[in-house]
């Protein structure tokens, strides 16, 4: 073999690669380019999810800032209504009590009245029994309004069996023998009154006590003996 054989043998081994054509080039600057616009993409999303919760959150909080003013202005109107209430409680309390008797004291001016009509009679007639009759009958008077329309009631202890929860004893005396075997009323000083089921003052009274027992007739057990035998 020649040595012009040899350098032709010889050639594809040391040939230069070829450089890529323009439309390689082209494609791979193509390719460069669309990376960087698809991580702004992502980027630009992110941001705009962000935003989109930032302003969820805020019309959250807004709405929670409503119903807790709406809740207080609740709270606040509750007090001041509980306010209000115990002081038309208190001023009805007040007024019940200054005024729990008026209907009684309608319906004893009457009655004063003719205690007035009674004295100007007295003083003009002078007379005892006129004076004396005009009284008792506002007695009797007052006495049938407070029962009939109040359930005042005076009850009678004279000759009861005493009683304690009737009765009040300001002084004792000591019964006869026939005068039975427990305690008696003998004298009333003031009347007793009750208001319907209630005592509203007990009687002042005298109590008789029943008459101690008399001793058995005959000797005693161990009585002296007068020295007769018994046979």
């Not at 002078?126 to 005009?134: E, I, R, S, W």
């Not at 002084?171 to 009750?194: C, H, I, K, S, T």
Request: aromatic residues 4%; charged residues 30%.
């Amino acid at each position: 073999m020649s040595i012009k054989q040899q350098e032709t043998r010889a050639e594809p081994q040391g040939k230069v690669p070829e450089s890529p054509s323009q439309g390689q080039v082209e494609g791979a600057q193509v390719s460069d380019e669309e990376a960087p616009a698809s991580d702004g993409d992502d980027s630009g999303t992110r941001s705009e999810e962000r935003m989109d919760k930032a302003g969820s959150h805020e019309t959250e909080l807004a709405m929670l800032r409503e119903e807790l003013s709406a809740v207080n202005d609740k709270y606040l109107r509750k007090l001041a209504e509980d306010a209000n209430f115990r002081k038309r409680m208190l001023r009805e309390k007040e007024d019940g009590q200054r005024f729990a008797v008026s209907a009684l004291i309608i319906d004893l001016i009457p009655i004063l009245d003719d205690f007035d009509r009674a004295i100007a009679s007295a003083e003009i007639q002078k007379d005892y029994g006129v004076l004396h009759d005009g009284v008792l009958l506002i007695r009797r008077q007052l006495g049938s309004v407070l029962e009939t329309k109040y359930g005042l009631l005076r009850f009678e202890s004279l000759g009861k069996p005493f009683d304690p929860n009737h009765h009040e004893a300001v002084a004792m005396v000591r019964g006869e023998p026939g005068d039975g075997d427990e305690a008696v009323v003998a004298e009333e000083f003031l009347p007793g009154y009750g208001l319907h089921d209630r005592i509203l003052r007990t009687a002042k009274v005298r109590v008789r006590m029943p008459a101690p027992s008399e001793p058995a007739s005959g000797p005693q057990e161990g009585a002296p003996n007068d020295g007769k035998d018994a046979n």
